[in-house]
């Protein structure tokens, strides 16, 4: 499919809403990596705490390539791309599954950041999942409704 089949295409306000949500969560999964990197250098923050620096550090990296890819995927679901969107889905299927399991398994740290990620997941997969963006996604042009007119003679 060609760019200009693309930009024919209307897409859907939901579809516009996720894409902006990737970007968002790819922007802070960026700026989180890149602040748990910079802080895993400053010894005084480890001397009272029990967190191996080198662990803080591969979360970090993690976090940020994970950060890279999801950029990737915001792009990709801006043009339209199925495959983007399948692999948007999986990702969210994962940090849910990831965030119920860190809710149980953390206790009372994170419960509203872990709840907040868990219901953002679940919106996204909802938002890339319905009819609209299947359709779209598929390359179906649903033809504008026609004008309504609840005139009576």
Same mark, same amino acid.
Not at 37 to 46: G, H, P, W, Y
Not at 60 to 77: E, K, N, Q, S
């Given at each position: 499919m060609t760019e200009q089949e693309v930009a024919a295409r209307h897409r859907p306000a939901g579809v516009s809403f996720v894409v902006a949500l990737t970007w968002l969560v790819a922007v802070v999964d960026l700026i989180g990596g /890149?602040?748990?990197?910079? /802080? *895993?250098?400053? =010894?005084?923050?480890?001397?009272?705490?029990?967190?191996?620096?080198?662990?803080?550090? *591969?979360?970090?990296? @993690?976090? @940020?390539?994970?950060? !890279?890819?999801?950029?990737?995927?915001? /792009?990709?679901?801006?043009?339209? *791309?199925?495959? *983007? =969107?399948?692999l948007t889905v999986t990702i969210m299927v994962l =940090?849910?599954?990831?965030? +119920?399991?860190?809710?149980?398994?953390? $206790?009372?740290? !994170?419960?509203? $950041? +872990? /709840?907040?990620?868990?219901?953002?997941? @679940?919106l996204i997969i909802a938002l890339l999942t319905n009819r609209a963006a299947s359709d779209y996604f598929r390359g179906r042009v649903t033809p504008p409704a026609p004008p309504r007119t609840d005139e009576q003679p």
């Open positions: /890149i602040a748990l990197f910079l /802080i *895993s250098f400053n =010894r005084t923050a480890f001397d009272r705490e029990a967190v191996d620096p080198a662990l803080l550090r *591969s979360f970090a990296l @993690i976090a @940020i390539v994970v950060g !890279l890819l999801t950029l990737l995927v915001a /792009i990709g679901l801006a043009t339209g *791309s199925q495959f *983007s =969107r399948v =940090r849910l599954a990831n965030a +119920l399991w860190a809710l149980f398994a953390v $206790g009372n740290f !994170l419960t509203w $950041g +872990l /709840i907040a990620e868990a219901a953002l997941a @679940i």
